[in-house]
């Protein structure tokens, strides 16, 4: 975990060889449930919103629905929102590729490995650039998808301003805004 003022907080563990059998999801989704239950109910976080990024789409998923078909993984996220709600955190988790969570040095941290990323100093929000829409990092990729099922109704995408005049016309419009702004 990274703190606004870059103070990094993690931990490093072994799996015992069955539990360890169970897969990658129910690892990294114990460990980040784990690490940020144990915060919480020390009150390291009350009254914040955390950010939670991982290249795990099942953990993304589990935390987002809060549905698991593995029990453990369901009654963690159970005992993780209950904690969260009593100390007034809001937990956004948020899904990256594998190659951004390699360059942010958070990948390998609980392994062991400290030489990427934050553990050299860098602010993690460079890596995740939620200040960008989509468009801005793959507009060519997604103008050449848009258009392909588009047809004759492309139009590039509105700003904030066209939005709120041509958005209201008839027609097919595409937004692409910021997910949000990082603090």
């Not at 099922?149 to 595409?174: C, K, N, Q, R």
Request: hydrophobic share 40%; aromatic share 12%.
């Amino acid at each position: 975990m990274q703190y606004p003022d870059l103070v990094l907080d993690g931990r490093v563990g072994l799996w015992e060889a069955g539990y360890a059998s169970g897969g990658s999801n129910l690892r990294e989704g114990t460990n980040m449930a784990n690490h940020l239950l144990q915060d919480i109910k020390a009150g390291k976080h009350d009254g914040c919103e955390v950010w939670c990024f991982t290249d795990n789409s099942v953990w993304s998923y589990v935390w987002t629905k809060g549905l698991s078909t593995a029990k453990h993984l369901f009654y963690l996220v159970l005992e993780l929102r209950i904690a969260a709600r009593g100390h007034e955190v809001y937990i956004r988790t948020y899904h990256l590729s594998g190659d951004r969570m390699i360059a942010t040095g958070m990948d390998g941290w609980s392994r062991g490995n400290h030489d990427a990323g934050l553990s050299l100093g860098f602010d993690v929000r460079q890596f995740i650039p939620l200040h960008l829409s989509a468009w801005c990092i793959a507009g060519g990729a997604l103008e050449g998808w848009c258009k392909s099922w588009m047809g004759t109704d492309y139009s590039p995408p509105l700003s904030a301003e066209g939005w709120f005049e041509e958005g209201h016309h008839s027609g097919v419009h595409i937004w692409a805004p910021p997910r949000q702004r990082l603090p």
